[in-house]
């Protein structure tokens, strides 16, 4: 049995391998990472702000990375087709991601439809108000998407790979800054795929 530690590293090294291998997704991940980690700190100060940095800024650029710019042709380099690669994801692949984004993206529009929510919270009297609804509800979306998939992993793996997946998601911003800082440089020379990945590609 891996240790904790050993599956951690394993989650990261397939994410990277299987799913990071255009320099535009690497760089969004570079910008997601900082305003995740500006998130973090706001987490402390303000949640539903912390939300909404995390919502419009580092879940756009990282998903967006994802569905427009990465490659999901045969993946040479690790001799997976995409459809693969989805069907052992361990944490959220495309498909539960559509899932997500578009409760994210019904959020505002049930609060615009019905400002209490059929009696559940306060009704919002101006803008403002509605901006931190919609920061609270993308906060529960949020905190219930990284709890949901865990759990659901506690059962359809094992608890460590379910608390090794939620460490991984947390810790994220600081593995990816890391990884990925150069990536805006590597654009800047014209490079749009990793390396290795263009030069297996056929």
């Known amino acids: 049995m891996t240790t904790f530690f050993e599956a951690l590293d394993i989650q990261r090294q397939d994410d990277h391998?299987?799913?990071?291998?255009?320099?535009?997704?690497?760089?969004?991940?570079?910008?997601?990472?900082?305003?995740?980690?500006?998130?973090?700190a706001w987490l402390l100060i303000?949640?539903?702000?912390?939300?909404?940095?995390?919502?419009?800024?580092?879940?756009?650029?990282?998903?967006?990375?994802?569905?427009?710019?990465?490659?999901?042709?045969?993946?040479?380099?690790?001799?997976?087709?995409?459809?693969h690669k989805e069907a052992i994801k361990v944490g959220y692949n495309l498909q539960r991601k559509i899932v997500l984004m578009a409760l994210?993206?019904?959020?505002?529009?049930?609060?615009?439809?019905s400002p209490d929510l059929q009696g559940l919270i306060e009704p919002h009297s101006d803008?403002?108000?509605?901006?931190?609804?919609?920061?609270?509800?993308?906060?529960?979306?949020?905190v219930g998407g990284l709890l949901f998939r865990t759990v659901h992993l506690f059962f359809i793996r094992d608890v460590q790979t379910g608390l090794v997946w939620m460490t991984k998601i947390l810790t994220d911003p600081f593995h990816d800054i890391a990884l990925y800082h150069k990536a805006p440089l590597h654009l800047m020379r014209g490079e749009l795929l990793d390396p290795a990945y263009h030069g297996q590609r056929g």
């Open 17 to 40: 391998r299987y799913y990071h291998h255009h320099r535009i997704n690497q760089a969004l991940h570079f910008v997601s990472a900082i305003s995740f980690l500006v998130a973090y």
């Open 104 to 113: 994210w993206a019904a959020a505002p529009v049930a609060l615009l439809v």
């Open 127 to 142: 803008w403002t108000g509605y901006a931190r609804d919609v920061g609270a509800a993308w906060l529960v979306i949020g």
């Open 46 to 83: 303000d949640p539903v702000v912390s939300a909404l940095i995390a919502w419009l800024v580092s879940m756009a650029t990282r998903q967006a990375g994802h569905f427009f710019f990465e490659p999901k042709g045969y993946d040479h380099i690790n001799q997976a087709s995409h459809e």
